[in-house]
């Protein structure tokens, strides 16, 4: 049986780029993201030194890199992936093993 898959991306907004501007950018895509096969929740935080950090709970690993493999071909994904200082993006896919709701 596949385990449901944590996909977690650190990354810091390009120069210029607000906080609110980036947060309505984040929301304009959740209808994609609701869309992509396997997919079960999403959270975005950010530090208090603006690292920002995203996490997309998958049902597995091919709907995880499934949806990697597409975001940026949509165009309602821009705003939120052109703010987004591509030089400070980590990308990790884990297996989950424990949740408490």
């Known amino acids: 049986m596949s385990k449901n898959v944590i996909e977690?991306?650190?990354?810091?907004?390009?120069?210029?780029?607000?906080?609110?501007?980036?947060?309505?950018?984040?929301?304009?895509?959740?209808?994609?993201?609701?869309?992509?096969?396997?997919?079960?929740?999403?959270?975005?935080?950010?530090?208090?030194?603006?690292?920002?950090i995203e996490h997309i709970?998958?049902?597995?690993?091919?709907?995880?890199k499934a949806a990697a493999a597409e975001i940026g071909k949509a165009p309602g994904n821009a705003n939120f992936l052109s703010a987004i200082n591509g030089p400070t993006v980590q990308l990790i896919h884990s297996e989950l093993e424990v949740v408490i709701n």
């Open 8 to 52: 977690t991306v650190t990354f810091k907004l390009n120069e210029g780029v607000g906080r609110d501007e980036f947060i309505a950018a984040a929301k304009g895509m959740n209808a994609w993201v609701e869309a992509r096969d396997g997919f079960m929740h999403r959270r975005l935080s950010c530090t208090a030194d603006g690292t920002w």
């Open 57 to 64: 709970q998958w049902a597995d690993m091919d709907a995880a």
